[in-house]
């Protein structure tokens, strides 16, 4: 299993989640989140921010959706043709086990699933 980290501009949002949904990948967690990337914020007149407003969207998927999941993100997020800067970043970790916690089952990378006992 592998956790998309998708960080979009806020006006990007809908596009997203919707493009996600289309694409068969309907969980998502969403934050609303600031910060800054290479471009160190953003300078209006004698005014620099330095925290941008963002959307940060988790999605833990299978390794074989990885790239239609990424590519999706992209064609959705990207600002224009070729994008711009502050359009966001996908970060890309490995997840070796997920808890339900309803029913107490432990899913692990392997495809391995057991019931927790409490």
């Known amino acids: ?17 919707a493009a996600l ?5 309907p969980a998502v967690t969403k ?15 004698d005014i620099t921010y330095d925290e941008i407003s963002k959307e940060l969207l988790l ?6 959706d990885k790239d239609i999941l990424i590519k999706t993100v992209i064609r959705a997020a ?11 970043k996908i970060f890309v970790t490995p997840v070796d086990e997920v808890y339900t916690i309803s029913s107490g089952i432990k899913e692990t990378s392997s495809g391995e699933s057991s019931e927790v006992k409490i």
């Open 1 to 17: 299993m592998i956790m998309i980290r998708s960080i979009v501009r806020p006006e990007k949002l809908d596009n997203v989640l």
């Open 21 to 25: 949904m289309d694409a068969g990948f």
């Open 31 to 45: 934050m609303s989140v600031v910060g800054r990337g290479k471009q160190r914020g953003i300078k209006i007149g």
């Open 59 to 64: 999605t833990v998927v299978n390794e074989e």
């Open 78 to 88: 990207r600002t224009g043709e070729k994008g711009a800067f502050g359009d966001g």
